[in-house]
């Protein structure tokens, strides 16, 4: 059973927490995120994960500078968070890990069309780079644990590229290649987040940089099951970069 999208915006909207106005805004815009994901469903041949809508503004405090999260890919691991994440565990039995996308209403609001389907791919691939570290157990290298038996995943360099996952549709490539020349640049985008967001009070989410970076046990990701459909097309993926990688160097 696969988590409800929309589970956490109807409960702020039932605690009167954003106005009906937004609601209705995100609930109109929706269809753009529903039409993403489908969309990249088709370009890469594989089953976006669960995601859900987010309805708060998260805000990363840099140290001179504030930076707007649009969407997130996190790896949640049950029993390490509140009970809030309880509702996010149901598409993998018992599984103690997950990966869920975060989408926030701001962005749902104010993005335009193109600039959500960019994301939505963008986060697709980190996604992608999860799972094909937690296939391998590779950690990152240049972060320093707690432990042994802990791991650290921040946003990183990816393993796929966008031409190889989106092979089957050449305007989403250029779309994403457009959108993420050196991380997301909209800055429509973040002007009417200020202003017809935060500026007004709605609902923000603020954290440090360090606090972006999900620490998971490695006992969550060895028992962490990934279907061998899945895991080929991962493998086929990683391959073709790879390939691709070395005739760059070599100059062909």
Avoid at 9 to 20: C, G, K, T, V
Avoid at 154 to 182: C, T, Y
Avoid at 195 to 213: A, F, Q
Wanted: charged share 30%.
């Amino acid at each position: 059973m696969r988590l409800d999208p929309l589970y956490k915006l109807e409960e702020s909207r039932s605690r009167a927490l954003i106005p009906e106005k937004v609601y209705a805004r995100v609930m109109e815009r929706y269809r753009y995120v529903t039409e993403g994901i489908e969309r990249v469903e088709r370009a890469s041949g594989i089953e976006y994960p669960e995601y859900y809508i987010e309805p708060s503004m998260v805000v990363a405090d840099a140290q001179y500078s504030l930076g707007l999260m649009f969407a997130r890919t996190i790896p949640v691991v049950k029993g390490m968070y509140d009970d809030s994440y309880d509702h996010y565990y149901g598409s993998d039995g018992g599984s103690r890990l997950s990966i869920v996308v975060q989408v926030t209403a701001p962005l749902v609001a104010y993005g335009l069309k193109g600039t959500i389907h960019a994301i939505l791919a963008h986060e697709f691939l980190h996604y992608i780079e999860l799972l094909a570290r937690f296939i391998n157990m590779n950690v990152i290298s240049d972060e320093v644990s707690n432990s042994i038996f802990e791991s650290v995943y921040a946003d990183m360099s990816r393993v796929v590229e966008p031409r190889i996952a989106f092979r089957r549709d050449r305007a989403l490539i250029r779309l994403v290649a457009r959108k993420f020349q050196d991380g997301l640049s909209d800055h429509r985008l973040e002007e009417k987040c200020m202003k017809d967001w935060i500026e007004k009070g709605l609902p923000t989410v603020r954290m440090s940089v360090e606090e972006n970076i999900a620490r998971i046990p490695i006992e969550a990701i060895a028992s962490f099951r990934i279907d061998e459909g899945l895991r080929s097309k991962i493998y086929e993926f990683i391959s073709a970069s790879s390939s691709n990688n070395r005739r760059r160097r070599k100059g062909w």
